[in-house]
């Protein structure tokens, strides 16, 4: 479900960050990110990341505001190397390595970020990085709104691309059936309904082709995007 996000490196947080890591004391023995930002640049840096991703989660795209995500640091925390600074303070407030994911402590489940656990970096080589690798070479989708492995992967591409939806239950596999309504790949069918509710109106004022260049357009800042993209492709081929 997740799209390759190209990150602005010349962006005021991508600024804000550099800044940080620049002015960062050699001798500070406390963590980057918790301890030397105070709750305020926290917060600011959050807004920005969520602005800078349309407001959608950067695992599974699902719409989210700065009162229900956390900032997520991709590559986890627990694989910084303390022992080399530059490494550990990319990982901790990289501007590359910090996005914005759903938050469990505002929903009645754990999904993308916060399902995650602990992570070695034998375990991270494993994950789909959205910011480093085009997620959708590896994914793909069926009709039910699961994600699932593409065809004609390498066995260690699929490999990869369970691991990684596994890893983030980005079909909400472990969650228990007594929230089904609000399961990932309910949620995907709820927005391709959402959005194809409007196309036949569209088709008949505008004709087939700019429709579709509208479609296209709307899906851009709208939830689940990927997976509303691909039905929308599937079923006009």
Same mark, same amino acid.
């Given at each position: 479900?997740?799209?390759?996000?190209?990150?602005?490196? &010349?962006?005021?947080?991508?600024?804000?960050?550099?800044?940080?890591?620049?002015?960062?004391?050699?001798?500070?023995?406390?963590?980057?990110?918790?301890?030397?930002?105070?709750?305020?640049?926290?917060?600011?840096? @959050?807004?920005?990341?969520?602005?800078?991703?349309?407001?959608?989660?950067?695992?599974? #795209?699902?719409?989210?505001?700065?009162?229900?995500? &956390?900032?997520?640091?991709? @590559?986890?925390?627990?694989?910084?190397?303390?022992?080399?600074?530059?490494?550990?303070?990319?990982?901790?407030?990289?501007? #590359?390595?910090?996005?914005? $994911?759903?938050?469990?402590?505002?929903?009645?489940? $754990?999904?993308?970020?916060? @399902?995650?656990?602990?992570?070695?970096?034998?375990?991270?080589?494993?994950?789909?990085?959205?910011?480093?690798?085009?997620?959708?070479?590896?994914?793909?989708?069926?009709?039910?709104?699961?994600?699932?492995? @593409?065809?004609?992967?390498?066995?260690?591409?699929?490999?990869?691309?369970?691991?990684?939806? $596994?890893?983030?239950?980005?079909?909400?596999?472990?969650?228990?059936?007594?929230?089904?309504?609000?399961?990932?790949?309910?949620?995907?069918?709820?927005?391709?309904?959402?959005?194809?509710?409007?196309?036949?109106?569209?088709?008949?004022?505008?004709?087939?082709?700019?429709?579709?260049?509208?479609?296209?357009?709307?899906?851009?800042?709208?939830?689940?995007?990927?997976?509303? $993209?691909?039905?929308?492709?599937?079923?006009?081929?």
């Amino acid at each position: 479900n997740m799209k390759k996000f190209i990150k602005n490196l &010349h962006s005021e947080c991508a600024i804000k960050l550099n800044a940080c890591i620049d002015s960062y004391p050699s001798d500070f023995n406390k963590d980057p990110y918790k301890d030397y930002l105070s709750a305020q640049e926290r917060k600011a840096i @959050r807004q920005m990341l969520l602005q800078e991703q349309n407001s959608l989660c950067i695992y599974c #795209e699902k719409p989210i505001t700065i009162e229900d995500c &956390h900032t997520e640091h991709i @590559r986890p925390q627990s694989t910084a190397n303390k022992h080399n600074l530059q490494d550990y303070l990319s990982c901790l407030i990289g501007y #590359e390595n910090l996005a914005v $994911s759903c938050d469990k402590n505002k929903s009645p489940f $754990s999904t993308c970020g916060h @399902r995650r656990g602990e992570v070695n970096l034998k375990l991270f080589k494993q994950f789909i990085n959205p910011v480093k690798e085009d997620p959708s070479a590896f994914f793909s989708f069926n009709l039910k709104g699961e994600i699932k492995p @593409r065809d004609n992967l390498s066995n260690n591409e699929v490999k990869r691309a369970n691991y990684t939806i $596994s890893n983030l239950d980005l079909n909400s596999s472990k969650v228990d059936e007594e929230y089904a309504k609000n399961l990932l790949p309910q949620s995907r069918l709820n927005a391709k309904d959402a959005i194809f509710k409007v196309l036949p109106n569209l088709i008949d004022k505008y004709g087939k082709e700019k429709a579709i260049e509208l479609m296209k357009n709307a899906l851009a800042c709208n939830g689940f995007v990927s997976f509303v $993209s691909w039905y929308y492709t599937h079923i006009f081929d």
